[in-house]
């Protein structure tokens, strides 16, 4: 063997034996795991994710198995591969879970299962499940109040996966299931991408929702599938985030007991940039809704292309609801408590909330309720359109016998009038608002369809149940239009009219309008 040739076949070796132990590739079972769903393997799991990380990055693979476990971290340039046939499954024992430093959001607590916390080019994949065993930090409601929902313990997992301060970050096709309060929060972070992901929650969990987006740029969200109970995908802005902007959301499945696609409650900082389109959205209380109460400007919104029912058991569901406010100390809703405990924080001081450019496009919806879209007195909702919108009422859901005894933050801030008001559209105190090609096709029986009915309702953020009353399809009789405080308005409705077929189907108070 020739020196040369000797030297190529010890490079070769070389570079075999490193292939062996430095693939890329990492196998947690390698690590001591075993997928019995009975040994914890946190630190199986964790001491394969650190090897990945010490080698400059790689995949760290979990195999078919139930591998139960405690909170993981995710460390930069690695991929957490649940392969299809894997589960990780969150520990029962609230005591296998590290203790963060975060956690200023009631509905955030400071332990998680997996946790990516400055982390850069980091990637959760494959076709298995993520399982937060929700039920281990869920009790029941007294039954005999109502046996459906759920209660949150006072230590609870949540979120499930939490994102924060991370950089280009990848989820993709895994199923997250039961989490034990929010599912996916990405908070703080930049260029993420969320596609093919299931979320699968009990439809009556407490705080169950989907994908939460806190001060994020430049996400998208795509070909998912979620089931949870409270909102499906919310974009916030709390105290402790940046702004949150360019974030486009696209072809979902949804069903959830609360809003589907929201933005809000929590809107200290900005929120613009944000698309939301072509999705389908069932059983749903409200399919979009805008919260801007808390002193942030929400801007730049488009929503376009979507399908839905709101057929909830909450009172009171509407395919849009659009709010405008800032709470006052004691005014109801949780945002006016809070704006006023985080002075020290955030100086909201003489700033108000501003709700402007939002296009709705292409909606279809059935529904009971009525779209609401409403400012305060001393606000207005700037630049709103709405563009071809297609209301098909199975049946009438009266907005007078419960109003007065809801308290939800959702409802706080609107003027009774607004509350109560018969019409398919409720609108207050909008500058420049354009309404365009309404269809409303109203019920054809007297008979409430059976998969509308719900034996009890509450009202969303209290436990109260409320006994609906209707016999009939059609409760109240709805106008097209109610509106107060409109300016520079255009109604375009030419093919639409009130319920019982008569016109005038416009009720209009101190407004400025052209009718086309």
């Keep these: 063997m020739t020196r040369l040739t000797f030297l190529a076949f010890s490079l070769l070796l070389s570079t075999l034996s490193f292939a062996q132990h430095y693939s890329g590739y990492l196998n947690i079972k390698d690590f001591g795991a075993r997928g019995d769903s009975a040994t914890l393997n946190t630190t199986a799991i964790q001491s394969a994710i650190d090897a990945a990380a010490a080698q400059g990055g790689g995949t760290v693979t979990i195999p078919p198995g139930v591998y139960l476990s405690g909170t993981i971290f995710l460390k930069d340039n690695t991929t957490l591969d649940v392969q299809s046939g894997a589960k990780i499954l969150g520990s029962p024992d609230i005591e296998d879970y590290a203790v963060m430093t975060w956690g200023h959001n009631k509905d955030r607590q400071p332990r998680h299962l997996i946790v990516g916390k400055d982390a850069r080019n980091i990637a959760i994949i494959g076709g298995g499940t993520i399982d937060g065993n929700g039920p281990a930090f869920w009790e029941d409601f007294d039954p005999a109040e109502d046996p459906q929902w759920k209660m949150a313990k006072p230590l609870k997992i949540s979120p499930m996966v ?149 057929r909830a058991p909450l009172l009171y569901n509407r395919p849009i609801h659009l709010s405008l406010y800032l709470p006052e100390p004691g005014a109801g809703g949780r945002n006016g408590d809070w704006m006023h405990q985080e002075k020290k924080q955030y100086d909201y001081e003489g700033r108000k909330p501003r709700l402007r450019n939002v296009t709705i496009t292409n909606f279809h919806a059935k529904t009971g309720g009525r779209i609401l879209m409403t400012a305060g007195d001393g606000y207005a909702i700037e630049n709103l359109t709405l563009r071809n919108v297609n209301l098909t009422y199975p049946w009438i859901e009266d907005p007078v016998p419960h109003v007065d005894e809801v308290t939800s933050s959702q409802f706080a801030p609107v003027k009774r009038a607004a509350k109560v008001a018969k019409a398919a559209i409720v609108t207050e105190n909008i500058h420049n608002f354009v309404l365009d090609n309404v269809m409303i096709n109203w019920p054809e029986t007297e008979e409430v369809p059976a998969d509308w009915q719900f034996p009890k309702k509450i009202a969303n953020g209290t436990l109260k149940a409320f006994y609906p009353t209707r016999t009939e399809a059609r409760q109240a009789e709805l106008k097209v239009l109610y509106g107060r405080g409109l300016k520079n308005a255009i109604l375009n409705t030419p093919l639409a009219k009130s319920s019982d077929g008569q016109q005038p189907y416009y009720d209009l108070e101190d407004c400025e309008v052209i009718e086309q």
């Design 162 to 310: 939490e994102i924060q301060d991370c950089q280009d970050v990848r989820i993709k096709d895994v199923l997250l299931l039961t989490g034990g309060g929010w599912t996916l929060h990405l908070y703080d972070s930049d260029r993420i991408q969320v596609q093919g992901v299931k979320i699968i929650n009990d439809l009556f969990a407490p705080n169950g929702d989907g994908i939460d987006i806190s001060g994020c740029h430049d996400v998208t969200i795509s070909d998912c599938i979620i089931k949870t109970c409270d909102d499906a995908i919310c974009l916030k802005t709390m105290v402790d985030t940046r702004d949150c902007k360019r974030v486009t959301v696209t072809n979902c499945v949804i069903e959830c007991s609360c809003a589907a696609l929201k933005i809000g409650n929590e809107t200290f900082r900005d929120i613009k940039q944000v698309t939301f389109s072509n999705s389908v959205i069932y059983g749903s209380s409200r399919a979009f809704a805008i919260y801007a109460e808390s002193a942030g400007t929400v801007e730049d919104i488009v929503v376009d292309n979507i399908i839905t029912d709101s």
